[in-house]
């Protein structure tokens, strides 16, 4: 009897391994679909608590800028031409207005020479007049608010022989 009730020990360890794994496995098979929308609800939850945090947190470090504008009016346009280039070149309007945005401080320190404007004329072709966007160049702490005329008139002017 004794050899018998190894032999069935041996066995019933066998069987109780594979039940143990099949309990497992039911475990995590078990109402799968359920137990993946759980998974996927908790984690929202956690990334939207984590980004209103990290907002906030943000916000408590971060200082309160404000931007001012300041308008340049009367800045001449200049014509940027080939050097290869014979022909000359005439806007019309001569100036553009300019608003500039940037901080109160930074905005009183801006000369009017610091702010370029200009229209690129080195693809002109033949064409007697045409018209071409108006280009602002400002110092890099500085934004264009906005500008008025935004195109200009170009004339090609043409010496008359006699």
């Known amino acids: 009897m004794g050899g018998h009730t190894e032999h069935s020990a041996d066995g019933g360890g066998a069987k109780g391994g ?5 309990a497992l496995r039911d475990y995590i098979v078990n109402q799968f679909w359920w137990k993946l929308l ?4 908790a984690a929202l939850g956690w990334l939207t608590i ?3 945090l990290q907002k906030e947190e943000s916000l408590q470090t971060s200082p309160v800028v404000t931007s001012s504008t300041r308008s340049f009016a009367m800045v001449p346009i ?3 031409t080939s050097s290869f280039s014979s022909n000359r070149f005439r806007t019309y309007p001569e100036t553009v207005s300019v608003d500039i945005g940037g901080t109160a401080g930074d905005l009183q320190k801006l000369q009017p020479g610091q ?5 690129n004329v080195t693809d002109a072709g033949e064409e007697k007049q045409f018209r071409k966007p108006i280009q602002i160049q400002v110092p890099r702490d500085f934004t264009i608010v906005s500008m008025t005329p935004t195109n200009a008139s170009v004339e ?3 010496s008359s022989t006699k």
């Open 18 to 22: 594979v039940e143990i794994a099949m």
């Open 38 to 41: 759980s998974l996927l609800l």
């Open 50 to 52: 984590n980004t209103m």
């Open 78 to 80: 200049t014509l940027l």
């Open 115 to 119: 702010i370029q404007a200009f229209v």
């Open 156 to 158: 090609r002017i043409t």
